[in-house]
């Protein structure tokens, strides 16, 4: 820290002894002093002169009325001047001609004969040096003199101090002051300031030669009731140094002010120009604030993302993966909790999603979900899995708890649902209980197997996973890891089922049927592999293998005239956007035209709505044919079925079964008229009599197939018209009119 430079000016009486100043040397006045004590007159002027002239001090003679009356040899070389100069610009050009504390010295000197003090004095070259300043009064002659003797400080006083660490001169303290990038000003006991070094002129505008001596707050009243006021005030008072930061309005300045008392009283303040950190900091607080800002952002996308995982958004419940964690959870608490996964499941949402609405349908689940939260106790666990499967996992409940609760499930979910219109659901429920240490994948997969159960047994109950559904889940996943093995294994196959068109019972179509030879379990149909095919996405290969070996066998059949192969395409494949475009590449390949093939879609696949009527549409624009499989048995609305490329539509074979029944005629006629107004062909498969072929004949169906008629069977045993006894032509005593379809060599394609 810089010491306060001492220019204590005006307390300083006659000879005082310099004592900051280190070890002056004998001053002229010391000399003065002793000589003057003992000498005659005429001694004592030629002493003064001897002095005058080879002192090594600076000495100007003044008059009585304070002119210049000469110099001395050295006061010409301290100064860089002549002493013609020195005459001419007078004792007080030496020194800055405003600084007041000048003038006031040479008040002091008028009233008290002498004066001494630190000065900066200025060469000819406008440079400065301190140096010690002594004036006084001497008698020559009858009128007396004055003069001003002064001398370097610089050098000395830094020797000085050199030989004396830590102690500082003056003239150093005020070249620091002068050279440190700090404001600096000094003030006195009074409050007048007695130093302003150069940076703090230029800052505050001011001049030293005007503001040195000046009353601080006269000068500078807008420091009045600040910060810096009381900060001054209470370091002069207190002497303890004190440090603030604040702003200085008048200078539009951020300063950082350390302000420390003086030995001689008053004090000594340092500023600092603080903006640029300030401005660097309030950047730094704004960045700060900004990131601070961004984390929270991140911290709640994270946790949203942490919900979204764990949530299911639309009820609020838990996600599959949340509910895993919960149960994790639960299960960390007690390990030997007793668990049973309830699997519930809304009978037929997607008639009521499809028929009323999104919108609609998710009301109904939310509504669903809240009453399925408030009959689950408070610690189970309550889960939509996505659609309309929910799953709640109770935790220690006994078999009959277990049971009511499902049956209140089942009970809450018959109060109707108030959703503009009043809606009725019903929901089936598959329970797994676990009697060993729980392992929630498999009880979910043991609920869900129960499930299938409770709906393929009329929906609407309860139904508990048992053994035998063990075996069938195990048997299950068996199936699932052969069938991934099947297709490299080249294990499937293709049967043909001929459809005869009733009117001259010649074959007209055949259905391609997968097969799966199994190297342990022999034939497996499709009803037992291709639900799993569809639930691990390997439909999406089967489907392809299927597509291309009936393409493939479509082109041995081309001699046949409108002859059509169909395939069976699962509602999986044609929501695949990319399956018209690999459909036509595979036409392409075979050479095959394209109406030699159609394919068939079923009832239910139309109900997935906009997605299906364009792969649909696209089909269709390629003229593959495109018929409407097991019709009657979805629940897609008649209405809609306006909406899609229809060319053939298929009767159920359920249907074919009732026909001895007048509903089942009234069912079949309707189809066919159905079928008439939308400008497609009606197929009925599963003929099994020939009543119910004469009845299909009679009530205008085109074409069917059946055991009666033939069965699925490999290509090259595919009889080509209705076998004799089951033709009811014959049985009615009329003849087919064509016997036998022509051979491929004899009759091209019409
Ligand atoms: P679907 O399309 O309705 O096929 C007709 C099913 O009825 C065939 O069973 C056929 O063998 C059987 N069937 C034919 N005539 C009669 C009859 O007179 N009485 C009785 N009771 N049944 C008859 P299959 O071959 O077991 O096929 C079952 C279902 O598997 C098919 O029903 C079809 O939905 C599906 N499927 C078959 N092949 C494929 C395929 O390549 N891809 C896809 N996605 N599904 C296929
Ligand atoms: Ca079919
Ligand atoms: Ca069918």
Same mark, same amino acid.
């Given at each position: 820290?810089?010491?306060?430079?001492?220019?204590?000016?005006?307390?300083?009486?006659?000879?005082?002894?310099?004592?900051?100043?280190?070890?002056?040397?004998?001053?002229?006045?010391?000399?003065?002093?002793?000589?003057?004590?003992?000498?005659?007159?005429?001694?004592?002027?030629?002493?003064?002169?001897?002095?005058?002239?080879?002192?090594?001090?600076?000495?100007?003679?003044?008059?009585?009325?304070?002119?210049?009356?000469?110099?001395?040899?050295?006061?010409?070389?301290?100064?860089?001047?002549?002493?013609?100069?020195?005459?001419?610009?007078?004792?007080?050009?030496?020194?800055?001609?405003?600084?007041?504390?000048?003038?006031?010295?040479?008040?002091?000197?008028?009233?008290?004969?002498?004066?001494?003090?630190?000065?900066?004095?200025?060469?000819?070259?406008?440079?400065?040096?301190?140096?010690?300043?002594?004036?006084?009064?001497?008698?020559?002659?009858?009128?007396?003199?004055?003069?001003?003797?002064?001398?370097?400080?610089?050098?000395?006083?830094?020797?000085?101090?050199?030989?004396?660490?830590?102690?500082?001169?003056?003239?150093?303290?005020?070249?620091?002051?002068?050279?440190?990038?700090?404001?600096?000003?000094?003030?006195?006991?009074?409050?007048?300031?007695?130093?302003?070094?150069?940076?703090?002129?230029?800052?505050?505008?001011?001049?030293?030669?005007?503001?040195?001596?000046?009353?601080?707050?006269?000068?500078?009243?807008?420091?009045?009731?600040?910060?810096?006021?009381?900060?001054?005030?209470?370091?002069?008072?207190?002497?303890?140094?004190?440090?603030?930061?604040?702003?200085?309005?008048?200078?539009?300045?951020?300063?950082?002010?350390?302000?420390?008392?003086?030995?001689?009283?008053?004090?000594?303040?340092?500023?600092?120009?603080?903006?640029?950190?300030?401005?660097?900091?309030?950047?730094?607080?704004?960045?700060?604030?900004?990131?601070?800002?961004?984390?929270?952002?991140?911290?709640?996308?994270?946790?949203?993302?942490?919900?979204?995982?764990?949530?299911?958004?639309?009820?609020?419940?838990?996600?599959?993966?949340?509910?895993?964690?919960?149960?994790?959870?639960?299960?960390?608490?007690?390990?030997?909790?007793?668990?049973?996964?309830?699997?519930?499941?809304?009978?037929?949402?997607?008639?009521?999603?499809?028929?009323?609405?999104?919108?609609?349908?998710?009301?109904?689940?939310?509504?669903?979900?809240?009453?399925?939260?408030?009959?689950?106790?408070?610690?189970?666990?309550?889960?939509?899995?996505?659609?309309?499967?929910?799953?709640?996992?109770?935790?220690?409940?006994?078999?009959?708890?277990?049971?009511?609760?499902?049956?209140?499930?089942?009970?809450?979910?018959?109060?109707?649902?108030?959703?503009?219109?009043?809606?009725?659901?019903?929901?089936?429920?598959?329970?797994?209980?676990?009697?060993?240490?729980?392992?929630?994948?498999?009880?979910?997969?043991?609920?869900?197997?129960?499930?299938?159960?409770?709906?393929?047994?009329?929906?609407?109950?309860?139904?508990?996973?048992?053994?035998?559904?063990?075996?069938?889940?195990?048997?299950?996943?068996?199936?699932?890891?052969?069938?991934?093995?099947?297709?490299?294994?080249?294990?499937?196959?293709?049967?043909?089922?001929?459809?005869?068109?009733?009117?001259?019972?010649?074959?007209?179509?055949?259905?391609?049927?997968?097969?799966?030879?199994?190297?342990?379990?022999?034939?497996?149909?499709?009803?037992?592999?291709?639900?799993?095919?569809?639930?691990?996405?390997?439909?999406?290969?089967?489907?392809?293998?299927?597509?291309?070996?009936?393409?493939?066998?479509?082109?041995?059949? +081309?001699? =046949? !005239?409108?002859? $059509?192969?169909? #395939?069976? /395409?699962?509602?999986?494949? *044609? @929501? &695949?956007?990319?399956?018209?475009?690999?459909?036509?590449?595979?036409?392409?390949? +075979?050479? =095959? !035209?394209?109406? $030699?093939?159609? #394919?068939? /879609?079923?009832?239910?696949? *139309? @109900? &997935?709505?906009?997605?299906?009527?364009?792969?649909?549409?696209?089909?269709?624009?390629?003229?593959?044919?495109?018929?409407?499989?097991?019709?009657?048995?979805?629940?897609?609305? *008649? @209405?809609?079925?306006?909406?899609?490329?229809?060319?053939?539509?298929?009767?159920?074979?359920?249907?074919?079964?009732?026909?001895?029944?007048?509903?089942?005629?009234?069912?079949?006629?309707?189809?066919?008229?159905?079928?008439?107004?939308?400008?497609?062909?009606?197929?009925?498969?599963?003929?099994?009599?020939?009543?119910?072929?004469?009845?299909?004949?009679?009530?205008?169906?085109?074409?069917?197939?059946?055991?009666?008629?033939?069965?699925?069977?490999?290509?090259?045993?595919?009889?080509?018209?209705?076998?004799?006894?089951?033709?009811?032509?014959?049985?009615?005593?009329?003849?087919?009119?064509?016997?036998?379809?022509?051979?491929?060599?004899?009759?091209?394609?019409?």
């Amino acid at each position: 820290m810089i010491a306060a430079p001492e220019h204590g000016v005006r307390s300083q009486s006659r000879l005082t002894p310099m004592a900051e100043h280190g070890q002056p040397e004998p001053s002229i006045d010391r000399y003065a002093e002793v000589i003057l004590e003992s000498a005659p007159s005429t001694l004592r002027s030629s002493v003064y002169e001897a002095l005058f002239v080879h002192g090594l001090d600076g000495v100007l003679i003044t008059s009585a009325d304070g002119r210049t009356l000469g110099a001395n040899a050295r006061a010409c070389q301290l100064l860089g001047r002549t002493e013609h100069e020195l005459i001419e610009l007078g004792a007080d050009g030496i020194v800055g001609r405003r600084d007041r504390r000048w003038r006031e010295a040479r008040e002091t000197q008028a009233r008290e004969g002498a004066f001494r003090g630190v000065f900066r004095l200025r060469r000819s070259d406008g440079s400065t040096f301190p140096a010690e300043v002594t004036t006084g009064t001497f008698p020559d002659g009858d009128c007396p003199r004055g003069y001003v003797s002064f001398r370097d400080v610089s050098t000395a006083e830094a020797e000085a101090a050199r030989a004396e660490p830590g102690t500082r001169t003056a003239a150093e303290v005020v070249d620091d002051l002068e050279s440190i990038s700090d404001m600096y000003i000094g003030v006195d006991a009074d409050w007048r300031m007695s130093y302003i070094n150069a940076q703090a002129e230029a800052r505050l505008g001011v001049c030293r030669d005007e503001v040195v001596g000046e009353d601080i707050w006269d000068r500078f009243p807008e420091l009045l009731g600040t910060a810096f006021e009381s900060t001054y005030r209470q370091v002069a008072r207190t002497g303890r140094t004190a440090t603030l930061e604040a702003h200085y309005d008048e200078a539009d300045l951020w300063c950082e002010a350390r302000v420390h008392a003086l030995r001689r009283g008053g004090i000594a303040i340092h500023f600092r120009d603080v903006s640029d950190r300030r401005a660097t900091q309030q950047e730094r607080e704004r960045l700060l604030t900004a990131e601070r800002a961004a984390r929270a952002a991140a911290e709640r996308a994270r946790r949203d993302l942490a919900r979204i995982a764990t949530h299911d958004e639309l009820t609020g419940l838990l996600s599959r993966a949340g509910l895993l964690q919960e149960v994790d959870r639960v299960l960390a608490g007690r390990p030997e909790a007793r668990l049973t996964v309830a699997f519930i499941d809304l009978d037929r949402f997607t008639l009521v999603n499809d028929s009323l609405g999104h919108g609609v349908g998710d009301r109904l689940l939310s509504e669903f979900g809240r009453r399925l939260t408030a009959l689950a106790g408070p610690a189970d666990p309550v889960a939509r899995f996505g659609g309309d499967e929910f799953v709640v996992v109770l935790v220690d409940r006994s078999a009959e708890e277990v049971g009511r609760f499902a049956q209140q499930v089942i009970e809450a979910s018959r109060q109707p649902v108030d959703v503009g219109a009043r809606l009725l659901v019903t929901v089936s429920v598959g329970l797994a209980t676990a009697t060993g240490p729980a392992d929630l994948g498999i009880l979910l997969r043991g609920a869900d197997a129960a499930l299938h159960r409770a709906k393929d047994g009329g929906r609407e109950r309860a139904v508990w996973f048992d053994e035998q559904m063990h075996v069938e889940s195990v048997r299950r996943v068996e199936l699932e890891s052969d069938l991934r093995t099947a297709l490299d294994r080249d294990e499937l196959f293709l049967e043909y089922q001929p459809a005869f068109d009733l009117r001259v019972e010649r074959i007209c179509h055949v259905e391609a049927l997968v097969r799966w030879r199994h190297p342990d379990r022999g034939l497996v149909g499709p009803v037992d592999f291709i639900p799993v095919a569809e639930e691990t996405g390997l439909i999406h290969p089967i489907g392809e293998l299927v597509l291309a070996r009936a393409i493939e066998q479509a082109g041995r059949w +081309a001699h =046949l !005239p409108e002859f $059509r192969v169909w #395939v069976n /395409v699962s509602p999986q494949q *044609l @929501a &695949d956007h990319g399956f018209p475009a690999r459909l036509a590449a595979q036409l392409d390949r +075979a050479g =095959l !035209p394209a109406h $030699r093939l159609g #394919v068939e /879609v079923t009832e239910s696949a *139309l @109900a &997935d709505g906009s997605r299906v009527g364009e792969v649909l549409e696209r089909i269709h624009d390629l003229e593959v044919a495109i018929a409407i499989d097991d019709f009657g048995t979805g629940y897609s609305s *008649l @209405a809609r079925l306006g909406e899609f490329p229809v060319d053939v539509i298929k009767v159920d074979k359920s249907f074919v079964h009732d026909l001895g029944t007048a509903r089942g005629e009234a069912l079949v006629a309707g189809i066919v008229t159905l079928a008439r107004a939308i400008g497609a062909h009606v197929i009925a498969e599963g003929v099994e009599t020939l009543a119910q072929l004469t009845a299909l004949s009679a009530l205008g169906v085109d074409s069917a197939s059946g055991y009666l008629l033939a069965r699925p069977s490999a290509p090259e045993h595919l009889p080509l018209t209705i076998p004799t006894e089951a033709s009811y032509r014959w049985r009615l005593g009329v003849h087919p009119s064509v016997g036998r379809v022509p051979r491929r060599s004899s009759s091209p394609e019409r």
